[in-house]
């Protein structure tokens, strides 16, 4: 029996692009996208601040300022894609690199830089935002994530839930076991990923060998691969797949295929695992010169335009960098609180313990 490569497993991954790297616009059949003047502009703005948001932060890092930063350098317009599709009743469950997701859901940056730093343990209300504080533990997040969209379910609420994760995630059971729940509770949920081709140096051949928005179909649900580089798109698809969650038709994997540019936190260097040509190939493919070259190639945009959100990221750096200067080291004390919501017996035993030894520091 002969196989057939243009179907099943063997098939060319499928690519949802709305914007080539060129900078020049392309239609898609079902995943078109209208989008006016003045919200393009709006997105190349929110791509230009958040990407100085992470320079300044690990420029921060490598002054001894922060203990560590995990760059979402070439990640923006997945982020912000995914972001701004968003409404205001949506929850978002991060990593711990979705600073620009952070950014659309209105959390202060300064607040971002208040956990790397140490002084806060994740220093935003996730219900006044929604969108839930950063999570380490790789892949546990979805679950939190679809035990939630549960909830809204039986609220019937008309509100989904995203969560991001990342392509070495995906080899978590956490992840896999989130897949199955959303799918035979018909959760409202999007799963989405963002494959940056490295889980530290564990490259994506290591973690899979199909496409990862193929995964989906095993467990009973749609997948799509979206160029993660293009904003466009990451926005119409995220949009849609909202929609579809919001309206009842249940989860939907997003594969946002994309690269990590810069090292996997500030305590890696990968020079050490992979090639530079890699990363040259990729920079041909920046999520935020092709908005640029469209604006330019359309006129949607003045000189003056982009050199006032280039002062405008000046300024956002600045200030980020003053403020988090000044924030203040917390007490040591101050651990024990927000560990329950109540107060609690043994927690109140562990502070006094350890307030007896602080007093033993003192002369
Ligand atoms: C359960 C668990 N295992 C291992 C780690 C250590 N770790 C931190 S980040 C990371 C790689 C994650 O890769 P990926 O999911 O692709 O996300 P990315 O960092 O590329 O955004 C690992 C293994 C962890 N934090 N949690
Ligand atoms: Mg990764």
């Given at each position: 029996m002969t196989v057939d490569a243009s179907r099943g497993a063997d098939a060319p991954p499928e690519l949802v692009q709305?914007?080539?790297?060129?900078?020049e616009r392309v239609e898609h059949p079902d995943y078109d996208i209208d989008l006016t003047p003045e919200e393009i502009r709006s997105l190349y703005r929110d791509l230009m601040l958040v990407r100085r948001i992470d320079l300044e932060a690990v420029a921060l890092q490598r002054q001894g300022e922060l203990g560590i930063w995990a760059s979402l350098l070439g990640q923006e317009a997945a982020q912000i894609g995914s972001g701004r599709a968003l409404t205001d009743s949506d929850m978002a469950f991060p990593t711990y690199r979705e600073h620009g997701v952070a950014w659309c859901r209105d959390v202060d940056p300064v607040k971002l830089l208040g956990l790397f730093r140490g002084?806060?343990?994740?220093?935003?209300?996730p219900q006044e935002h929604n969108f839930h504080l950063y999570t380490i533990v790789i892949g546990s997040q979805t679950l939190h994530a679809v035990g939630y969209a549960m909830g809204i379910q039986r609220d019937d609420a008309n509100a989904a839930t995203i969560v991001y994760f990342g392509d070495g995630a995906t080899s978590q059971g956490d992840v896999n076991e989130s897949f199955i729940w959303a799918s035979v509770f018909n959760a409202p949920i999007v799963f989405f990923?963002?494959?940056?081709?490295?889980a530290i140096s564990e490259p994506l051949e290591k973690q899979t060998r199909?496409?990862?928005?193929?995964?989906a179909s095993g467990f009973g649900f749609p997948g799509i691969r979206v160029d993660g580089n293009d904003v466009f798109a990451c926005l119409a698809v995220t949009k849609k797949a909202l929609e579809a969650a919001r309206t009842g038709q249940g989860p939907t994997l997003i594969e946002a295929f994309t690269y990590r540019m810069g090292a996997h936190t500030t305590t890696d260097d990968p020079t050490r695992y992979r090639v530079a040509s890699e990363l040259e190939a990729w920079k041909l493919k920046d999520p935020i010169e092709r908005v640029k070259a469209y604006m330019f190639k359309n006129e949607l945009a003045d000189q003056a335009f982009f050199d006032s959100v280039d002062a405008e990221a000046d300024q956002l750096g600045a200030d980020l960098r003053r403020r988090c200067l000044a924030m203040p080291d917390p007490e040591p004390?101050?651990?024990?609180?927000?560990?329950?919501r109540e107060p609690h017996a043994l927690i109140d035993q562990e502070r006094a313990q350890f307030a007896a030894y602080l007093e033993g520091f003192r002369d």
């Open positions: 709305l914007l080539t790297p060129e900078g002084v806060n343990h994740g220093g935003w209300d990923c963002q494959n940056n081709q490295w199909i496409p990862l928005y193929r995964r004390l101050d651990i024990f609180d927000h560990v329950y």
